[in-house]
Nanobody, 118 residues
Framework: QVQLVESGGGLVQPGGSLSLSCAAS????????MGWYRQAPGKQRELVAS???????NYADSVKGRFTISRDNAKNTVYLQMNSLKFEDTAVYYC????????????WGQGTQVTVSS
């Protein structure tokens, strides 16, 4: 069983910054890809950023240059540094990992709310 605990969401003004973290625990043998998704009200869940176990990153066009994803393999933790936040970044942010325990599977966090408002 894998547990993902997210933290760092909250309320921020436009132009501000927030940092999210997601720590994975359980009988994890390997974590391949780690990522962050978001879902705004009335919209589909979308990929924000992802990072492989070799450090290759991928970003949605809407966040390139503003968000940075990183990971600490020793801590099984993925981070998302969000700068220059915009109103349209408001959403519930979900952590996602592709990991191997007894088998390979994809796991989701419970979500953390990010609200950008003046």
């Amino acid at each position: 069983q894998v547990q993902l605990v997210e933290s760092g969401g909250g309320l921020v003004q436009p132009g501000g910054s927030l940092s999210l973290s997601c720590a994975a625990s359980g009988s994890i043998l390997t974590i391949y890809r780690m990522g962050w998704y978001r879902q705004a009200p009335g919209k589909q869940r979308e990929l924000v950023a992802s990072i492989t176990n070799s450090g290759n990153t991928n970003y949605a066009d809407s966040v390139k240059g503003r968000f940075t994803i990183s990971r600490d393999n020793a801590k099984n933790t993925v981070y998302l540094q969000m700068n220059s936040l915009k109103f349209e970044d408001t959403a519930v942010y979900y952590c996602n990992i592709d990991a191997v325990t007894l088998r390979r599977a994809v796991y989701w966090g419970q979500g953390t709310q990010v609200t950008v408002s003046s």
